[in-house]
């Protein structure tokens, strides 16, 4: 039996084909959008590649997808709140930053764009990304409009410039019944965009689970 590899294409296969998320821990981020069907799809393909995921979810996100789908597809609890600690002495969950490989915001609103841009961090979502110090991958999705807008055009500038990672959205069929530019990246390209992240880069040393 071939062994599965890490993003570097190393070992029997070879390839992004074949890669293995193995040990790697991500962090995906959740805001409110008909995206969020495809950020399953790719949550999905990252479990199965091996990654441990953990979803955090806006208040906004919930409205169009449960977090029972997403616990069902990482077998983890997922995180909708600062102030629902249960057992953690960690009610901002910023352990979790500690522990991850790669923080994914998919689908990224304008507001969710806007707010980390302006260093804003009134939720969980924006408080634990504004603590990672592991690579962000941003998703955006949005009507053509609000991508064309210059505030939102400055607000991914400042982001790319900051050292995030834009994930261009994709021209086609959009929730508000036009044809544009503002339809976020597919599942596959979200893969695709992981493991070159990741590439040549191992997995963080762990004392514990994630």
């Known amino acids: 039996m071939s062994q599965p590899t890490h993003p570097d294409g190393g070992g029997a296969g070879g390839g ?53 789908t997403f616990q069902s597809l990482t077998g983890r609890r997922v995180f909708c709140s600062l102030w629902n600690a249960g057992d953690s002495s960690d009610p901002q969950h910023l352990r979790l930053t500690e522990q991850a490989d790669l923080f994914i915001i998919a689908p990224a609103t ?13 939720d969980l979502l924006t408080t634990m990304v504004m603590s990672a110090d592991c690579p962000v991958l941003i998703a955006p999705t949005m009507n053509t409009r609000m991508w064309d807008n210059p505030i939102v055009q400055r607000n991914v500038s400042a982001l790319q410039q900051a050292g995030y990672e834009i994930v261009p959205p994709g021209e086609g069929w959009l929730a508000c019944r036009t044809v544009g530019k503002g339809r976020m990246a597919e599942p596959e390209t979200l893969l695709a965009r992981t493991l070159e992240r990741l590439a040549n880069r191992p997995p963080r040393k762990r004392s514990g689970g994630a």
């Open 16 to 68: 992004a084909e074949s890669a293995s998320l193995s040990d790697y821990e991500l962090i995906v981020g959740v805001c409110g959008g008909i995206a969020s069907y495809k950020t399953a799809s790719f949550v999905s393909a990252a479990v199965q590649r091996g990654a441990g995921v953990t979803v955090v979810m806006t208040a906004a996100a919930r409205k169009f997808v449960t977090p029972l």
């Open 110 to 122: 304008a507001n969710a764009i806007g707010k980390v841009a302006s260093g804003i961090a009134d």
